[in-house]
């Protein structure tokens, strides 16, 4: 229980240091780009709009990897949670069957999007990044659980 505690601790104070810090980064940011764009002229449309035709393909084929990786993951910690006592593999399970399923879900996701327009896109890419950060955060998390638990039996 204490472990879980300081963990929440940590991933608060984690939190709070990267929201001030990105906060700070975006002020700065805004301030800089306040100041280039009264000495240089705004980079052209077709500028933006190729720079989103070319990312998108770049970003499904990583993602896809990291989904299909995620699989993998899931996979071993099925095959060593056959080997747990009872009541062990019961309470992990249940976090391995939610990992399955969001990581379904997004490969689902990053499958059924159609072009939209940059905007959209933009959209898109913010909610899939964060729940793909959730992911990973679940994943590790259960890692570490496995790790501290004797799952012999």
Known sequence: MRLSK????ALAAWLI???????CQKSQSNAD??????TSQPAPAT?????????YPVYKTTSEQELSANKDTIASVRERLK????DLRAALEREE????????????QLESYK???QDAWMQFKANFDRSMDSVRT???DLREKIRSMKLED
Do not use: H, P, V
């Open 47 to 55: 500028m933006t709009t190729a720079n989103y035709i070319t990312e």
């Open 17 to 23: 240091a990267g929201t001030t810090i990105s906060s």
């Open 83 to 86: 080997n747990a006592k009872a």
């Open 6 to 9: 300081l963990g929440f601790c």
């Open 33 to 38: 780009s306040t100041q280039q764009t009264t």
């Open 115 to 117: 072009d939209q327009g």
């Open 138 to 140: 679940s994943m590790r």
């Open 97 to 108: 069957t939610a990992l399955e399923k969001e990581n379904a879900a997004l490969q689902l």
